[in-house]
């Protein structure tokens, strides 16, 4: 199964519409979801892991798919 990981902040002015567009995705394609806070520890270990300079950014398997907010078409293909 898929596995998609945004990273976002609650300062951050485009995160809430990328949390939207994965939580729509996530009621019509199966997939696991998790939303992690750039400003806590686990985030922190992300954000120097895959070298992120910009949120919101969306890790899928294990590889930074997107930085900012992805088109919802691109999103779809990365997922199915």
């Known amino acids: 199964m ?3 990981t945004l990273i976002h902040a609650s300062w951050c ?3 809430p519409s990328a949390r939207r ?3 729509d995705l996530k009621s019509k394609y ?3 979801y998790e939303e992690i806070d750039v400003e806590t520890p686990e985030g922190e ?3 120097e892991k895959f070298g992120i300079v910009g949120i919101p950014a969306t890790i899928i398997d ?3 798919a997107f930085a900012g907010l992805p088109k919802k078409a691109e999103a779809i ?3 199915t």
């Open 2 to 4: 898929v596995k998609v």
């Open 30 to 32: 199966d997939f696991e």
């Open 77 to 79: 293909a990365r997922i």
């Open 62 to 64: 294990g590889e930074l």
């Open 13 to 15: 002015t485009v995160c």
């Open 45 to 47: 270990e992300l954000v």
């Open 21 to 23: 567009l994965w939580n």
